[in-house]
T-cell receptor, first 110, second 114 residues
Framework: AQRVTQPEKLLSVFKGAPVELKCNYS??????LFWYVQYSRQRLQLLLR??SRESIKGFTADLNKGETSFHLKKPFAQEEDSAMYYC????????????FGSGTQLTVLP | KAGVTQTPRYLIKTRGQQVTLSCSPI?????VSWYQQTPGQGLQFLFE???????NKGNFPGRFSGRQFSNSRSEMNVSTLELGDSALYLC?????????????FGQGTRLTVV
């Protein structure tokens, strides 16, 4: 069975400090991994996906298959980054089932 | 283009009743998935429909059911409501439903069972 673990429920950093949100997964096949973000009073939205290898809003995430991790990083946090972040994976194949982690609430302090 | 629309936004029901939630996907999207979000369990997958067929189902009791219409709109039904069914129900649509396609979420329906 697939599983996504986000060990930190709450994370606070100061503005300008680096931030890393941890995500570990377990899946027997080749997963596709995502980070979703939910800003206050907004809908859940995709932040980035591992296959795109892109940087969105300064965030990057690298898939480490050896450590089964997909940590989200940003070198300099901004106050507007404060939000709930969910790591998610989707199984390969025809069915679309996103498995989410429990989420990390990031607060960037001024 | 319009985003994913869920109606109603809020619902209050009593135990034992049944409820139907609606989701209108983004135009052209054929895949609709449903999720339950609670503080204790987080986001949990309910089921996914593609071209009117349920393709995948999560680990929820049979009281939770759904369907999809030919215009891709989807409904979710919960029968014999229990207090523990109180949650935010989210639906998400995507274009193909396979591979690395982005899922677009609605704002959710907040169901309270009293």
């Amino acid at each position: 069975a697939q599983r996504v673990t986000q060990p930190e429920k709450l994370l606070s950093v100061f503005k300008g400090a680096p931030v890393e949100l941890k995500c570990n997964y377990s899946y027997s096949g080749s997963p596709e991994l995502f980070w979703y973000v939910q800003y206050s009073r907004q809908r859940l939205q995709l932040l980035l996906r591992h296959i795109s290898r892109e940087s969105i809003k300064g965030f990057t995430a690298d898939l480490n298959k050896g450590e089964t991790s997909f940590h989200l990083k940003k070198p300099f946090a901004q106050e507007e980054d404060s939000a709930m972040y969910y790591c998610a994976l989707i199984s390969s194949g025809s069915a679309r089932q996103l498995t989410f982690g429990s989420g990390t609430q990031l607060t960037v302090l001024p | 283009k319009a985003g994913v629309t869920q109606t109603p936004r809020y619902l209050i029901k009593t135990r034992g009743q049944q409820v139907t939630l609606s989701c209108s996907p983004i135009s052209g999207h054929r895949s609709v998935s449903w999720y339950q979000q609670t503080p204790g369990q987080g986001l949990q997958f309910l089921f996914e429909y593609f071209s009117e067929t349920q393709r995948n189902k999560g680990n929820f009791p049979g009281r939770f059911s759904g369907r999809q219409f030919s215009n891709s709109r989807s409904e979710m039904n919960v029968s014999t409501l229990e207090l523990g069914d109180s949650a935010l129900y989210l639906c998400a649509s995507s274009s193909s439903g396979t591979g690395n396609t982005e899922a677009f979420f609605g704002q959710g329906t907040r169901l309270t069972v009293v």
